[in-house]
């Protein structure tokens, strides 16, 4: 009788030890990318940039990722493997990041252009390592969870990340006292300690590969050929879902950016918090925050994994039910820090990821034991839609909180649902150029919305801009400095001096990609009934063709 060699990836204590090692990377490069929103108000008012300079910044994440880089290192990773492709992509978004925290600092030159330019370079370096990384990751997951729990694995992986987007959100102006250098120099700090955690993981990923080598894996072995990205981009199921995650991300990565700042000018939100507002933790208020943050994404991962590990049913409701009680019992004691939270700009704009956070995890473990992956990513479209109506056209303030709300949970549904079945789609030695090439159809639609969306504000609000531009010319004029200038203008902002940015026209244009994403998702429904991928179907289910198919190979 032959005996099945066990390998490290079948312990879940090591599966799920390697998740949170390669989690610490996409923590730090998520809040990287998206800190910034947090402290724009701050960098108009203390940089003297614009809106449209502020998208420029941002825009330039993505340059390189535009231009192909990101297929380019898809590739390197089919062939040179996770392990030296994570070290040479990881060493660039780590430098990338340092290099703007410098210019961000005035080390070179504390010239409001040169600092800039600086800066963009940097992220232009970050964007180029950013997403390889985030690529690694995904690889990464699919190599130690592949028949096991692949898209809760995701979606945990994508939880951390969404934690760091909310974390950078939140917590830049804290930790940056009114000032940006402390915020970018910290956010760069963090992928520094994620860039160490890939090192430690990669001790695990050698031995690994030591105990598989011989054993079949799924799909061949041979060097990679254009014919297979040309395969691969001609695949109807992969060119929807490559399309859905464009338009979905168009529609919500960007408008992060600004939503603290639509907060501000729509609903009057505060942007500095009342001295009650925050939570003090050994005598720091970021502590004190970040243990609400953290404090959430325990209770979502809770609600997730411990009823899925009890056997009993009435021991499943039974932990859902204290899980849900403790919940409430936390919720309930911090009520009036929360209700300070939700009238200040920067944390109430952090319920778009803290949304992904609760539910990803839920969703991931919906489409691993019940499928239907198709169906939850056209109803992550229609909550898109429902969410940037309620910012753009509407006044209400409970609309926006449910739109926010929504938003988030959007942000859960399409990806928990989006990116395990691309591991059904495309065969494991092809995984690294797949997501390579959706990551770069994602950037192009990234780099247009970040730049569009700052540039339509600038040009559908010229009295702002023109307000703005006077105001500060007037202050420099009598002799303040950059940081007096910045507190006098945001006493301004606050006393409606200067007036508020209209945010209408410009979400109005990410209505139109929700659109869009759910005709998208559709068309991938219908093609995958032909292909037989089984999208719809709970992980590790075969679909009719695929057991036709290798019972064909057998028999060969």
């Given at each position: 009788m032959e005996t099945i060699k066990r390998t490290l990836r079948?312990?879940?204590?090591?599966?799920?030890?390697?998740?949170?090692?390669?989690?610490?990377?996409?923590?730090?490069?998520?809040?990287?990318?998206?800190?910034?929103?947090?402290?724009?108000?701050?960098?108009?008012?203390?940089?003297?940039?614009?809106?449209?300079?502020?998208?420029?910044?941002?825009?330039?994440?993505?340059?390189?990722?535009?231009?192909?880089?990101?297929?380019?290192?898809?590739?390197?990773?089919?062939?040179?493997?996770?392990?030296?492709?994570?070290?040479?992509?990881?060493?660039?978004?780590?430098?990338?990041?340092?290099?703007?925290?410098?210019?961000?600092?005035?080390?070179?030159?504390?010239?409001?252009?040169?600092?800039?330019?600086?800066?963009?370079?940097?992220?232009?370096?970050?964007?180029?390592?950013?997403?390889?990384?985030?690529?690694?990751?995904?690889?990464?997951?699919?190599?130690?969870?592949?028949?096991?729990?692949?898209?809760?694995?995701?979606?945990?992986?994508?939880?951390?990340?969404?934690?760091?987007?909310?974390?950078?959100?939140?917590?830049?102006?804290?930790?940056?006292?009114?000032?940006?250098?402390?915020?970018?120099?910290?956010?760069?700090?963090?992928?520094?300690?994620?860039?160490?955690?890939?090192?430690?993981?990669?001790?695990?990923?050698?031995?690994?590969?030591?105990?598989?080598?011989?054993?079949?894996?799924?799909?061949?072995?041979?060097?990679?050929?254009?014919?297979?990205?040309?395969?691969?981009?001609?695949?109807?199921?992969?060119?929807?879902?490559?399309?859905?995650?464009?338009?979905?991300?168009?529609?919500?990565?960007?408008?992060?950016?600004?939503?603290?700042?639509?907060?501000?000018?729509?609903?009057?939100?505060?942007?500095?918090?009342?001295?009650?507002?925050?939570?003090?933790?050994?005598?720091?208020?970021?502590?004190?925050?970040?243990?609400?943050?953290?404090?959430?994404?325990?209770?979502?991962?809770?609600i997730t994994l411990v009823p899925s590990n009890i056997k009993?049913?009435?021991?499943?409701?039974?932990?859902?039910?204290?899980?849900?009680?403790?919940?409430?019992?936390?919720?309930?004691?911090?009520?009036?820090?929360?209700?300070?939270?939700?009238?200040?700009?920067?944390?109430?704009?952090?319920?778009?990821?803290?949304?992904?956070?609760?539910?990803?995890?839920?969703?991931?473990?919906?489409?691993?034991?019940?499928?239907?992956?198709?169906?939850?990513?056209?109803?992550?479209?229609?909550?898109?839609?429902?969410?940037?109506?309620?910012?753009?056209?509407?006044?209400?303030?409970?609309?926006?909180?449910?739109?926010?709300?929504?938003?988030?949970?959007?942000?859960?549904?399409?990806?928990?649902?989006?990116?395990?079945?691309?591991?059904?789609?495309?065969?494991?030695?092809?995984?690294?150029?797949?997501?390579?090439?959706?990551?770069?159809?994602?950037?192009?639609?990234?780099?247009?919305?970040?730049?569009?969306?700052?540039?339509?504000?600038?040009?559908?609000?010229?009295?702002?801009?023109?307000?703005?531009?006077?105001?500060?010319?007037?202050?420099?004029?009598?002799?303040?400095?950059?940081?007096?200038?910045?507190?006098?203008?945001?006493?301004?902002?606050?006393?409606?001096?200067?007036?508020?940015?209209?945010?209408?026209?410009?979400?109005?244009?990410?209505?139109?990609?929700?659109?869009?994403?759910?005709?998208?998702?559709?068309?991938?429904?219908?093609?995958?009934?032909?292909?037989?991928?089984?999208?719809?179907?709970?992980?590790?289910?075969?679909?009719?063709?695929?057991?036709?198919?290798?019972?064909?190979?057998?028999?060969?």
């Amino acid at each position: 009788m032959e005996t099945i060699k066990r390998t490290l990836r079948d312990s879940p204590a090591l599966r799920w030890l390697v998740l949170i090692l390669i989690s610490g990377i996409t923590f730090g490069t998520y809040w990287f990318q998206d800190f910034f929103s947090g402290i724009k108000p701050l960098m108009i008012t203390e940089m003297g940039i614009t809106s449209s300079q502020f998208g420029t910044l941002i825009q330039w994440t993505t340059w390189a990722n535009v231009f192909g880089m990101i297929i380019i290192g898809g590739i390197i990773l089919d062939k040179w493997g996770i392990r030296l492709t994570g070290i040479v992509f990881g060493l660039l978004a780590t430098g990338g990041a340092a290099l703007t925290a410098l210019g961000a600092a005035g080390t070179f030159s504390t010239d409001t252009d040169s600092q800039l330019w600086i800066m963009m370079i940097g992220r232009l370096i970050f964007g180029s390592g950013l997403e390889i990384m985030c690529v690694i990751a995904m690889r990464t997951i699919v190599k130690w969870f592949k028949g096991y729990e692949l898209a809760l694995a995701m979606a945990i992986n994508m939880g951390f990340g969404r934690l760091g987007s909310t974390l950078g959100q939140a917590l830049s102006i804290d930790i940056g006292a009114g000032t940006i250098t402390p915020a970018v120099n910290f956010a760069a700090t963090l992928i520094g300690i994620g860039f160490l955690m890939f090192f430690i993981y990669m001790i695990f990923d050698v031995r690994l590969d030591r105990q598989t080598k011989g054993l079949p894996t799924d799909g061949d072995d041979e060097a990679f050929k254009l014919s297979d990205l040309v395969k691969l981009i001609t695949n109807k199921s992969f060119l929807f879902i490559a399309l859905l995650c464009v338009t979905f991300y168009s529609a919500v990565f960007p408008f992060m950016q600004y939503a603290p700042d639509l907060l501000i000018h729509k609903f009057n939100f505060t942007y500095d918090l009342p001295a009650n507002g925050d939570i003090v933790l050994f005598g720091s208020k970021v502590l004190g925050n970040l243990s609400i943050y953290l404090g959430l994404f325990i209770f979502a991962l809770a609600i997730t994994l411990v009823p899925s590990n009890i056997k009993s049913k009435n021991g499943k409701i039974g932990s859902i039910i204290i899980i849900l009680i403790l919940f409430v019992g936390f919720i309930y004691s911090l009520s009036d820090t929360l209700s300070l939270w939700l009238k200040n700009g920067p944390k109430t704009a952090s319920l778009i990821p803290l949304g992904s956070i609760l539910f990803t995890p839920i969703f991931g473990k919906i489409v691993d034991t019940k499928g239907k992956a198709a169906s939850l990513m056209i109803l992550g479209a229609l909550l898109l839609i429902f969410a940037h109506l309620s910012l753009s056209i509407f006044d209400n303030l409970i609309l926006g909180y449910l739109g926010l709300i929504s938003l988030g949970i959007a942000f859960s549904l399409v990806p928990a649902a989006m990116w395990p079945s691309v591991a059904k789609i495309v065969a494991e030695n092809r995984l690294g150029t797949a997501f390579a090439v959706m990551f770069t159809i994602q950037n192009w639609g990234l780099n247009a919305f970040f730049k569009g969306i700052g540039w339509v504000l600038d040009k559908s609000n010229p009295d702002v801009v023109a307000k703005i531009e006077a105001v500060r010319a007037s202050l420099e004029a009598q002799g303040l400095s950059r940081l007096q200038i910045s507190e006098k203008m945001q006493q301004m902002q606050v006393t409606h001096e200067i007036p508020s940015f209209n945010y209408t026209t410009p979400i109005l244009m990410l209505v139109g990609l929700g659109v869009l994403a759910i005709f998208l998702a559709f068309l991938l429904k219908k093609a995958d009934k032909k292909q037989g991928y089984g999208l719809e179907l709970p992980s590790g289910t075969r679909t009719p063709q695929q057991l036709q198919a290798e019972s064909q190979a057998n028999i060969e």
